[in-house]
């Protein structure tokens, strides 16, 4: 009884601790309170959370992940390199706009990944995922490259993802 209580009063105490440490740490000076306001998101965050629909990680392999890692840091360095050449040569060589990427990975922390990996890679922004996962909005700096650009997304970054995230 006092424990099934005590669960709907605090659904996740490390989630409760970590909101209530990250509150301290943000608000630049420890008050009474602060500390007070940082318990009560403590209680509240917690409760909210553990209402959403949440789909659990299946992790595959690992063995693509250092591969893949060494992959997108080669692709950030590459492209700050071109996208400087692009910002900094004549605007005529510019050609931006929207690509609709097809996803063959349903798994939403594989998307969730991908859609990282495209963002931190200069030059091209995840913008919108469809409701049924299958399509993902990618704003490209350089559209003449479209085509080539959708093949590499899929063959660098997506196939090694699904291997990680079945």
Do not use: C
């Amino acid at each position: 009884m006092a424990a099934s209580l005590l669960r709907r009063l605090t659904p996740s105490w490390p989630l409760s601790v970590s909101v209530v440490a990250f509150w301290m740490l943000m608000t630049d000076s420890f008050s009474v309170g602060q500390l007070l306001l940082g318990l009560l998101l403590g209680w509240i965050v917690p409760r909210f959370a553990a209402r959403l629909d949440r789909e659990y990680a299946r992790i595959g392999s690992l063995r693509p992940v250092p591969r893949m890692l060494a992959i997108v840091a080669w692709d950030i360095l590459k492209s700050n390199v071109i996208v400087a050449v692009q910002v900094l040569g004549p605007e005529k060589n510019i050609h931006p706009g929207f690509v609709w990427v097809p996803l063959d990975i349903q798994n939403i922390h594989g998307i969730a990944a991908l859609t990282s990996m495209i963002t931190l890679t200069p030059g091209t922004v995840s913008a919108a995922l469809t409701d049924d996962r299958r399509y993902l909005l990618v704003h490209m700096l350089d559209m003449s490259s479209a085509e080539a650009a959708i093949a590499e997304i899929k063959s660098r970054y997506e196939k090694p993802l699904m291997e990680i995230f079945p």
